[in-house]
């Protein structure tokens, strides 16, 4: 069935530095691809997204790239803070609707 | 924080009692989602509605029921069925309908069963 690969797992990296996460999918008709952030104990939220029409999309220091054609799409966050840290999340769309599957989480350690 | 809310925020339950997860929300939106996290894992879709009185299973519906008498109201049983209970229950919403949205979470209930 359709699934959503996300690596690392883990990713630490010293405040200032910059962080990437990448997310791979199988449903070659997926059209929306959204990142959620969730600090400990709290709901996830969204913090990017991107249709399949757009190849890039940034927000202050996070943007997100998406590759159709090799089905991977990628978070970065540039000059990380101490306040970055958390699980993010990818998800993509099961075809053209409304469900999502989800990667299995990133926990983003950012070093003092 | 408005939106969607869930209670209660935490739940103990004995070992084959039936429970319900409350979730509610004011966006008027048409889709509702019920999601199990369980720690290092990602978000696994147990039950989803599209409208009123209608709803699917996700991937793991095995052991809970749901229902959607009302358009704000998505509330989510687990069933003493249900082989490992003990987890994070994060409920959503999104607009529906017409191709893919945001999802809007509640602050989520930890169910722990003893």
């Known amino acids: 069935g359709e699934n959503v690969e996300q690596h690392p797992s883990t990713l630490s990296v010293q405040e200032g530095d910059s962080a990437v996460i990448k997310c791979t999918y199988s449903d070659s008709a997926s059209n929306y691809f959204p990142w959620y952030k969730q600090e400990l104990g709290k709901r996830p939220q969204l913090i990017i997204d991107i249709r399949s029409n757009v190849g890039e999309k940034k927000d202050q220091r996070i943007a997100v790239t998406l590759n159709k054609t090799a089905k991977h799409f990628s978070l970065h966050i540039t000059e990380t803070q101490p306040e970055d840290s958390a699980v993010y999340f990818c998800?993509?769309?099961?075809?053209?609707?409304?469900?999502?599957?989800w990667g299995a989480g990133t926990k983003l350690i950012i070093k003092p | 924080d408005g939106g969607i809310t869930q209670s209660p925020k935490y739940l103990f339950r004995k070992e084959g009692q039936n429970v319900t997860l409350s979730c509610e929300q004011n966006l008027n939106h048409d889709a509702m989602y019920w999601y199990r996290q369980d720690p290092g894992q990602g978000l696994r879709l147990i039950y989803y509605s599209q409208i009123v009185n209608d709803f699917q299973k996700g991937d793991i519906a095995e052991g809970y029921s749901v229902s959607r008498e009302k358009k704000e109201s998505f509330p989510l049983t687990v069933t003493s069925a249900q082989k490992n209970p003990t987890a994070f229950y994060l409920c959503?919403?999104?607009?529906?309908?017409?191709?893919?949205?945001?999802?809007?979470f509640g602050p989520g209930t930890r169910l722990t069963v003893t």
């Open positions: 959503a919403s999104s607009i529906g309908q017409v191709g893919p949205y945001e999802q809007y």
């Open positions: 998800a993509a769309s099961r075809g053209d609707n409304y469900q999502l599957i």
